[in-house]
């Protein structure tokens, strides 16, 4: 059987194989669209596909056994040199497939390990992956660990190498808990230095999240609106690392604009995990603008993903603010509350649609859905549906206004400069250690003030009042 010592692909020929059960989440009109692409960006080559139609996976193998011989003989024909699976598969039915195609095997989510980790630039993004990795496939890359003969100088009984009976697998398994240790401590500093930024951002701004499946158009729509030069392309997984730029709404209105690392079907758990960081901008935002290529026959298919993904990972967080706040009481502190953020449908590449039908779906089943080109204009002319975006990020960071007259202790230079870079005031009158601002300010701003612990006090004003001098 040959050795499996990588899960890389770059440059082999490769076979798609998949099981279809009554519960599989695919497209039927592309059934192996998706994983095609994907091998394609890991540098695969994509020589033939092979699909079985299951009620359940077979407990050995996952495709049945005449079925693993046909897969066999595929590859002897095509010359293919690995076959992926378009599941997550134990790291035995992994083997019992080598063993009888004698190829290499790797699942979904190796596959999509080995993007990442070939994506991953920043030294947190490779903590990050490399974590990941360490989590998901040691069990099934023992066979890669060929640095571990160095360690133990080739000898069965280096002295200091080995206990009384221990095994090389044993080895391997107390080096790579002590890496992972040492990676989630330090990815533990980033994260809370990176909470830590988000928490004080959304204290001084209004910030919302592009989020959405993998190649929907995020980084380009955040291009569009900002000049915040993100890498853009027409590639799976084109962005890694989140980007905050400021969006600058117009009338003196501005929020911060996150793009963010994009979603796909069965995305590895632990990945997710790995990357909690790089989602702080999401799962702390004040708005989630979901992009969805309406273009794209799977839309539907994404657009569940995508809801999935953020109640997932929501429910990560939920936990981890809970906590938080329990541990705040305790202290005698003021518990901080959170709530997943509103969630806005932009309908991309609208534009792309033969006609309405299909929109007027999607605006049935969600009336606030925007549709949008979010390419930018050549001729400077606002494209489909920018303006509409705009309007309803500039109601979402305002809420409903009215007229206060706001005192404000001198002493709270904070809440001072907050409410005069972000209200629209109509008066100042200053007394003693007191300043009170008259001011046009909507109710989320002023709960966004209150959450933040601001020493106000409010008075609201009649409209029919005249503003002080």
Known sequence: MKERTTIKVQAEKTVLAAVRL????????????????????????????IEQRRDRPEAGTFMGKGKIEELKGLCE?????????????????????????????????????????????THEAKLQVELAQLEYTF????????????????SPGGVGTRGPGEQQLEIDRRLVQKRKKDLGAELAKIQ???????????????????????????????????????????RLFATLMSRTRDWDLGGGQTVMLSDTVGFVRDLPHHLVASFRATLEEATHAD??????????????????????????????VETIER?????????????????????????????????NRELLVWQSKDPDAIPLCALASENDQPRLGIEA?????????????????????????????????????????????????????????????????????????????????
């Open 192 to 234: 809370a230095r990176k909470r830590r930024a988000v928490e004080k951002r959304n204290l001084d701004h209004f910030t919302i999240g592009l989020v959405g499946y993998t190649n929907a158009g995020k980084s380009t729509l955040f291009n569009t609106l900002t000049a915040g030069g993100a890498y853009a392309d027409n």
């Open 389 to 469: 975006l705009i309007d309803h990020v500039r109601s979402a960071d305002r809420g409903q206004i009215a007229l206060y007259d706001i005192e404000i202790p001198l002493s709270d230079a904070r809440t001072v400069h907050t409410i005069e870079s972000r209200a629209e005031i109509l008066a100042r009158d200053y007394e003693g250690q007191h300043v009170t601002l008259r001011a046009r300010i909507g109710s989320r701003q002023l709960d966004q003030l209150r959450a933040s612990g601001a020493r106000m006090t409010l008075a609201p004003v009649s409209t029919t009042t005249e503003p002080r001098a």
């Open 139 to 154: 069990p099934r890359l023992r066979a890669m660990w060929d640095h571990l003969e160095r360690i133990v100088g080739g």
């Open 22 to 49: 009554p519960t599989s989440k695919f497209d039927p009109a592309d059934p192996f669209g998706e994983l095609g692409e994907l091998t394609k960006q890991a540098g695969g080559v994509v020589v033939g596909t």
């Open 77 to 121: 024909a095509t010359g293919a040199s690995c076959v992926i699976f378009d599941h997550e598969l134990s790291p035995r039915q992994i083997s019992n497939i080598e063993e009888v195609v004698e190829r290499k095997i790797l699942d979904r989510s190796e596959l999509i390990l080995d993007i990442f980790a070939s994506r991953a630039t």
């Open 287 to 316: 708005l989630l603008l979901i992009v969805l290529d309406v273009a794209d026959p799977a839309s539907e298919l994404h657009y569940e993903t995508v809801n999935k993904t953020l109640d997932e990972l929501f429910e990560g």
């Open 323 to 355: 906590k938080a706040q329990d541990k705040a009481r305790r202290d005698g502190l003021e518990a901080r509350e959170w709530a997943p953020p509103e969630r806005l449908l932009l309908l991309n590449k609208a534009d792309l649609l033969a006609d």
